[in-house]
């Protein structure tokens, strides 16, 4: 697809996610066609992919309607993206995180039961590499191992569902690293927490690997708790 049909499903679902276009608001193609100079069978193409993320209706007698967030797909990592990319980063991260919470330490226990040599050896391999590079201060090669690191564990559960979360924990560590809201040095308790579990993991440590990753996983949490005690006006995110 052409550049102008990318940016036309970014530009109008950035603005439905951060409530630049209400719900309930009516829009037609020709609109769009207008708007964002593409022609009608573009304009089509593009309210279907954002009717497919459950951000607008598209009906034959009403038109194009705006969805209300309870009609969003909240896994698709584009509305994860342009969400963080809103007002209402440090809500939408707070959410994520307890998510994650809930997931992966779940999905660490069974990656040490059922990871093969080569899973474990990569793991440790990779926390390795957030050390060196976190330590350094290279947040772009840190946030690639990273990723990485949670994706390998998420697959490595043998949960399907677990796996299906790859892309929702991608786009969370990416949205962070992209919006500065990493400190300059990865800290130390976190590089130290990825050691231990991919340490639990390679040595079939399921209840070391689950503790870990809770840990892990609740300093996050935490973090973004304090700053949502810091008052209004606070910057929640991070």
Known sequence: MSTVYHNAIRELGGRIVQGSLEPGTRITLEWLGNEFEISRTIAREVVQ???SMGLVRSRRRTG????????????????????????????????LAQLRAAVEPAAAAMAATRADASVRTELVALAERMEETGAAGDLKAFLEHDVAFHRLLLRTSGNAMFAGLCDVVEEVLRGRTDHHLMPPEPKPEARDLHTLVAAAVAG????????A????????????????DEGPGTDRSV
Do not use: K, N, Q, Y
Not at 204 to 211: K, N, V, Y
């Open 64 to 95: 194009v309607t705006v969805l209300p967030r309870e009609d969003w797909d909240a896994f698709d990592p584009a509305v994860i993206r342009w969400r963080l990319d809103g007002p209402g980063r440090g809500d939408h991260l707070e959410e």
């Open 49 to 51: 992919v954002l009717a």
């Open 213 to 228: 990753m809770t840990a892990l996983c609740l300093e996050v949490v935490s973090g973004i708790a304090e700053l949502s």
């Open 204 to 211: 079939g440590d399921a209840e070391t690997a689950r503790t």
